[in-house]
């Protein structure tokens, strides 16, 4: 064993830090952040392609259980088919749910991992983090809903009055609040079970009260009232006014405005269950 | 008799509490600058709290806690420590190189600076002598080889303060001597401070000085010459028993 004799000193010198203090947030840590979280989703393709095709093949199959429910025979103007209204819903519903699950438990390895614990010991905001693995997870809801409304609309022949567009946007924002509700539960889930089982308990709910299975107006009414403040409830009637309306009606605004800001509120919820000092 | 005022690290009555136990019980201790102090003591004493509440993660920290010049878990510091927790702390999903491409990239960050990123990260892939293994998965690399990735993120940038917790459990002697080169290393030559920990006596002989501590209080606070001379023992191992013994003795007639 060499050993370096104890006792030279050499006192603190002259140097140049290469290391910069920490800012409430960086556009440059939230971006290394995004390319680290999609960085680690590349080694592992098999993920990525339940993701994004999962979604299809429901739809797909949605088509096919509908297949005989009643077309429109001349009649104007046309209602809605099952799979029109069921399939919109599900645009918007198969998002929000896929970003839940890969969120909770991407953020849950993030706490378990201990690099939730090093990255707040370094100068990197929360809001960073958050950002960082919104971004990410984005990009993926992005390719996800583009396929899956590309693939209703053009080969299942689901009939939409408005603009495709509009789907689109309210299926990106439904991602955006499955993200922010997956980060917000991962902080109370101890292990990757306890946030698997945080789906029943957290969507499923959502999923009955939200109008995909009965219109809301006809629930008891105690119910329609936990549906009116839930916020999936917005995100299939944001998805119906697509359906039924060619403009932009009030009605669609106010539901995308309510789904982003329930994601807003969730993300700084999910921002304040981080904390750099733990017990 | 080091001088208190100078000390990197600083500590008058730190008391920390997890539950309702007290797991540190007001230490007053000092850690000079450039030096290498090593904590021991058996699994349990409160070494890790101890380092958790320098970085500023611990939570629950009374008394004064100082660590360079500033209060422990100061903004401003988050970029001055490297902080090596006792499982290694990186992404098993990631190379070894884009791991430390990204912690780096949350310790500088920035396009202009990206030059002296790859320079860092390419310096302390070779501190930790793993740059035969750097484009492998961290998550299938050894259990000794993940350990090194852990520590080479905190040595990325120039720390001035580097806390290792149990750094060398579960490497070979080879690793573990030529690891405590690399401390000695960089004490000398970036100038740092560093505290770590250990529970294997032989690597206690490699530091400059020692905080002994047995169920969250420091029982010694010296070089370990002068530790193996006040107790008339041969290592440091025999010493720190020594103490613990005499410590158990005096609690046995306080009944």
Request: charged content about 20%.
């Amino acid at each position: 064993m060499t050993t370096t004799t104890p006792g030279t000193t050499t006192a603190p010198g002259t140097k140049t830090p290469s290391r910069t203090t920490a800012a409430p947030m960086s556009a440059a840590r939230t971006l290394a952040t995004a390319a680290r979280v999609l960085r680690q989703l590349r080694h592992d393709p098999r993920s990525i392609a339940l993701m994004i095709l999962v979604p299809c093949v429901m739809l797909f199959l949605l088509r096919y259980v509908f297949d005989a429910s009643p077309t429109c025979d001349g009649e104007t103007p046309c209602p809605p088919s099952t799979f029109d209204s069921i399939g919109a819903s599900l645009l918007g519903i198969f998002p929000l749910i896929t970003m839940f699950l890969v969120t909770s438990i991407a953020t849950l390895r993030e706490r378990t991992s201990g690099t939730l614990e090093r990255l707040l010991a370094m100068p990197l905001g929360k809001a960073d983090l958050i950002a960082g693995y919104a971004l990410a997870f984005g990009l993926l809801a992005i390719v996800q809903s583009v396929l899956a409304t590309g693939l209703a609309v053009w080969a299942l022949g689901l009939e939409v009055v408005g603009s495709a567009w509009l789907l689109l946007l309210v299926a990106l924002l439904d991602a955006l609040l499955g993200t922010a509700l997956g980060l917000f539960v991962s902080a109370f889930a101890a292990s990757e079970f306890q946030a698997v089982q945080f789906m029943p308990a957290v969507i499923f709910p959502q999923l009955l009260l939200c109008g995909l299975f009965t219109p809301r107006p006809n629930m008891q009414p105690v119910l329609e009232a936990i549906s009116n403040v839930l916020p999936m409830s917005y995100a299939v009637d944001g998805m119906n006014e697509v359906l039924r309306h060619t403009d932009v009606t009030g009605d669609f605004v106010r539901d995308t405005v309510i789904v982003a800001g329930c994601a807003a509120l969730v993300l700084a919820l999910g921002a304040a269950t981080l904390r750099r000092r733990t017990a | 008799m080091m001088n208190f005022d100078e000390g990197a690290i600083r500590a008058r009555g730190l008391t920390v509490r997890r539950g309702d136990r007290t797991v540190l019980r007001g230490l007053d201790f000092g850690v000079s600058p450039g030096r290498i102090t090593g904590l021991l003591g058996p699994s349990g004493c409160g070494k890790s709290t101890l380092m958790r509440a320098v970085v500023g993660t611990q939570a629950k920290v009374t008394g004064t806690l100082d660590v360079l010049g500033l209060p422990a878990g100061d903004g401003a510091l988050r970029a001055r420590i490297g902080y090596v927790t006792q499982a290694p702390s990186v992404y098993d999903d990631l190379t070894i190189r884009q791991n430390l491409d990204y912690f780096a990239a949350v310790l500088d960050p920035g396009r202009a600076r990206r030059a002296a990123r790859r320079e860092t990260v390419t310096r302390a892939i070779g501190d930790v002598d793993l740059a035969s293994h750097a484009d492998s998965l961290a998550g299938r690399l050894s259990g000794g080889q993940r350990s090194r990735v852990s520590l080479a993120v905190a040595l990325l940038g120039t720390p001035e303060l580097l806390v290792l917790d149990e750094p060398t459990v579960g490497l070979d002697p080879v690793l573990r001597r030529d690891l405590w080169d690399l401390f000695h290393r960089i004490a000398a030559e970036r100038a740092a401070t560093i505290l770590v920990s250990s529970h294997v006596m032989d690597e206690a002989e490699r530091c400059h000085r020692l905080l002994l501590m047995r169920d969250g209080e420091i029982l010694a606070d010296d070089t370990p010459d002068a530790l193996r001379a006040r107790t008339r023992t041969e290592t440091v191992e025999a010493a720190f028993l020594h103490l613990v013994d005499e410590a158990n003795a005096l609690q046995e007639s306080a009944r």
